[in-house]
């Protein structure tokens, strides 16, 4: 795999940065909005906002308000939807393929129990292992 796409999904596994993104989407812009509705630090928020911007994931304006100090804003850059997008896109195609796994696995398992190679109780606990094992 290439190493800039280790490095989105390491810039991406962070729950923080996703709170963050998701701050983004709903529209909120300023750090210190984004902060206050996550309950966290401002500085903790402009540290994922950096690693964000870094990555090309969102991008920063100023903003000049008639009165007071101008704002830094950011927002999801348009590669950063289109990241955001593919990755749902991604975990979607993912999902469908862990359920026709799933699927395939339970097939086997109904035949046997079906053929009586296995009890049922043998079963229900083989069924239960596998919904585990896909998240079901």
């Known amino acids: 795999m290439d190493r800039k796409a280790f490095e989105l999904l390491k810039a991406l596994s962070s729950e923080t940065r996703i709170r963050v993104i998701d701050e983004l989407i709903k529209g909120r812009e300023h750090p210190e909005e984004i902060a206050k509705h996550l309950g966290i630090k401002r500085q903790s928020v402009d540290r994922h906002l950096l690693i964000l911007h870094d990555m090309g994931i969102v991008e920063r304006s100023a903003v000049f308000p008639p009165e007071g100090r101008p704002k830094i804003v950011y927002r999801l850059s348009g590669a950063g939807k289109s990241l955001i997008r593919d990755f749902e896109e991604v975990a979607k195609r993912h999902g469908q393929r862990l359920l026709e796994m799933y699927r ?3 097939r086997v398992l109904d035949m046997a129990l079906a053929e009586s190679e296995i009890s049922e ?11 585990k094992k896909f998240g079901l």
């Open 104 to 106: 395939s696995e339970k």
């Open 121 to 131: 109780e043998v079963y229900l606990e083989k069924l239960s292992s596998l919904k």
